[in-house]
């Protein structure tokens, strides 16, 4: 009885012996969680051990099989990895200065038979950067012609690129209207002088910072004239002013001649004012004191290398006009017409009315017929008696 007991109990300890060494076997209690680090900075991988024991860890890069740490040691010669743990339990690999080709799986080992591991990923992604020597530079295009841009850009993951205005105005992108444009292309056929701008490329990829870069269009056009008055009306005396609208890229020579063609010169008289914006110039001819002489024809010429333009505004002088001349008949009586000429001179510009003359004029009419009316009825008498007195003679004959 004694013994039996005894043997149960041996059983049992030997039983707990041997359960007890199976689950003292290292384990993982948890996974190597994947990292992600922006190139350049640090990372940290960790691997949790539990009943390490005797066991021992290492840290293995799985795509070139390379032992980096076996235990306390370092094996990498790579001086950017180092290791550290923490009551055997905890076991850290530190990468200084992440690289590229450091992305890839990482692979927490222990060298128990057969062997137990597990990994995690480092992933190293690597911010957006516009490659200068592929993209464009500023730009000149002539109006009317294609305008091509490039931009290319790397990084990791691959960045997208889209284009936009740094004004932030909208594209007229082949006859729609867009805001941002996708691609590492942007193509715009027969480009207007309302594309010129600067261009932003814009490459993001989710890692900050964002990068862009900045491309100038100059669009280059001959000159255009406009003029919204082509005749200009003014007094004697006063300040006239002529205007012609210009647009040119490179900007405009802008002058005025006179008639003659003489080129007018700023002085006491004639100041040639212009306003500019952009490719837009405002040309304004001043004339103080507008006198006789003046009332004749301007030119405004514009000239850049790519031509020329001109257009001619005629200054004539505003007078006091007349408005009406009636013929007013007052009074037809038998033998007279009383007629009133009223004459008015109104102002041209406002429309009053600034003086009225009244030319009364009286004819007199004879009371009798005319003497050819009368003349005319002593004929037709006479041909009437010359008539029935030839029926007559005629009728004689017959009978
Ligand atoms: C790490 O990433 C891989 C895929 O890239 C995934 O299968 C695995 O579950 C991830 N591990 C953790 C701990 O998230
Ligand atoms: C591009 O245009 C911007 C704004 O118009 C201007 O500030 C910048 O100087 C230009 N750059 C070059 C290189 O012309
Ligand atoms: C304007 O011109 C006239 C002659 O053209 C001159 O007599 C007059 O003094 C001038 N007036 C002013 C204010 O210059
Ligand atoms: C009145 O006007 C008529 C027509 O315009 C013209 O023939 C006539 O001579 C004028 N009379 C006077 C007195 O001016
Ligand atoms: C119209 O013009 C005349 C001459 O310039 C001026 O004398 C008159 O005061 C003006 N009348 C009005 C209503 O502006
Ligand atoms: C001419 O007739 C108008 C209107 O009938 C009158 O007011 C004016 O006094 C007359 N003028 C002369 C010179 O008879």
Redesign the pocket.
Known sequence: MGTLRTCLCILIWVHGLIGGIESRRPWFPEPVPNVTVIVGNDALLTCVVQDLHSFKVAWVRVSTQTILSIHHQMVTENARITLSYNDHKTWFLHIRKVQETDRGWYMCQINTEPMTSQKGYLQVVVPPKVIEEESSIDLIVKEGSDMNLQCKAQGYPEPYIMWRREDGLDINYNGITVNVIDGEKLTIRKTSRLHMGSYLCVASNGVPPTKSKRINVTVHFPPMLMISNQLEGARNGVHSKLECHTEANPPSINYWTNERGDMIVSGTRFIDEKIRDGYVCKMILHIFNVSAEDFSSYRCVAVNALGETDGIIKLYEITTTVKSSSNEI?YEGENYKYS?NVTEVIDYLNGTTISAT?D?FTSYVSSSPPLAHRHNIIMYILLLLLLSINVNLFNIIIV
Do not use: D, Q, R
Request: net charge neutral.
């Open positions: 007052v009133v009244y009364n």
